[in-house]
């Protein structure tokens, strides 16, 4: 009696956590997700490449513009982006549920050219030469500038014409726009310069990754913007949830039916690993699409499949006569590699997923890691403890499945 009470007294404190965090994180954790374009909409944007004399629009120039471009979305943290050509000289860009979409499309269509000219508009030194640029508070701690360094042929360039235009001013100049023209005091050999012009941070920021990016190989021209609805509808979202919370029902009240005790331990550790994948998804910035939905549901199964697998080796160690606490032992480590095994190969597809696809795919997988990262932690941590609180309540096999 008094090794039941101890554990009785913590099982329900955890039911009882478990409950009040259920109900009062649950619904803010939802409302903090970000929604996919297709479960939330955003903007579309269809940029066209100009072309320019002697300068011919191909399909390598487009395909490289697109690498860019997805190399710019990356660096600024913009949230489910798909971006994708679309015919000979266009390129299409979706942005979804962003605060300022229209200021992000600004960005990602400048073609950030830079050059340095001298007083008779001859290029010195151009962007081609660029190794880094960062943004950084400028002395004053009032505005932000971009520190930028060329690399070994770009800083002799830029030595030769800071040598040559000593006291004369060197145009910094952006997509053919003079930002700055400072004048040269003396020769600047190291390969390093300051753009200043009175920047916010987030100016200087967007300017360093602008940068650092690369210039594109061709301008860009706005054709078509327009905000879209969600590509699936709210309808499917609510059906989606709908058959969430049924499927979630009927997986909880099978396990209770056909593994009684370890089943109820199942449930628990169901709740509390729900609340890990959407609470690490929010916290991470995650964004939630529709195939996002499906890899959540997917990595619930994984996290019941490494349950069911701990409870029939657990079955089969009380079949052969073994104590409870050593049966639930033995069942846990026969049933790890596994669980590992199964959970390991799914992990290296997911995150394959995730560096290679795009736009929805990215979502997919984004959900299932977290989820196969969560049922790991709960199926062997939480669940084997719980299960030994509950062994130390009750020995009798019968509500064990046996």
């Known amino acids: ?128 030469h660029l190794k880094d640029a960062q943004a950084r508070i400028s002395q004053d701690q009032q505005t932000a500038e971009v520190l930028i360094d060329f690399d070994k042929e770009g800083s002799e360039l830029f030595a030769k014409a800071t040598s040559e235009n000593v006291g004369k001013p060197i145009k910094i100049v952006l997509d053919g726009k003079v930002i700055q023209a400072p004048t040269v005091d003396e020769p600047i050999r190291d390969g390093s310069a300051r753009i200043t012009g009175g920047y916010t941070a987030k100016e200087a920021q967007d300017l360093a990754v602008l940068l650092r990016s690369g210039a594109l190989p061709v301008s860009f021209k706005v054709i078509e913007k327009r905000s879209v609805g969600p590509t699936l509808g709210a309808d499917s979202l609510n059906k989606s949830i709908k058959a969430g919370i049924i499927g979630l029902i009927a997986i909880l009240v099978f396990m209770l039916g056909y593994y009684r005790l370890p089943g109820l331990v199942a449930d628990i550790s169901l709740v509390l690993y729900s609340l890990l994948v959407l609470g690490a998804m929010s916290l991470l910035g995650a964004v939630l699409t529709l195939p996002g939905i499906a890899g959540f549901a997917l990595s619930v199964g994984m996290a019941l499949d490494a349950n069911i697998i701990i409870y029939e080796r657990l079955k089969e160690e009380l079949r052969y006569g073994k104590t409870m606490q050593a049966a639930i032992d033995a069942g846990f480590k026969r049933a790890f590699w596994a669980i590992f095994d199964s959970n390991l190969t799914t992990l290296i597809s997911a995150i394959v997923l995730m560096y290679l696809g795009t736009g929805p795919v990215k979502g997919f997988a984004v959900t299932l890691s977290i989820g196969v990262v969560a049922s790991m932690l709960t199926a062997l941590t939480f669940t084997h403890y719980l299960l030994i609180l509950v062994a130390n309540i009750s020995k009798n096999q019968k509500l064990y499945g046996v």
């Open 1 to 128: 009696m008094q090794e039941k009470t101890p554990s009785i007294l913590v099982i329900s404190v955890i039911v009882i956590a478990l409950g009040l965090l259920s109900y009062f994180l649950y619904q803010p954790i939802l409302n903090h997700l970000n929604l996919g374009l297709d479960l939330r909409g955003g903007l579309r944007v269809v940029l066209e490449a100009q072309e320019k004399e002697g300068q011919e629009v191909t399909q390598d120039t487009i395909q490289k513009a697109v690498g860019i471009l997805r190399d710019r979305v990356d660096k600024l943290g913009v949230k489910e982006t798909a971006l994708y050509p679309q015919g000979k000289n266009r390129v299409v860009v979706e942005i979804a549920g962003e605060d300022d979409p229209e200021a992000a499309v600004d960005i990602l269509k400048n073609t950030a050219q830079l050059e340095f000219w001298d007083v008779d508009n001859k290029v010195l030194v151009t962007g081609e």
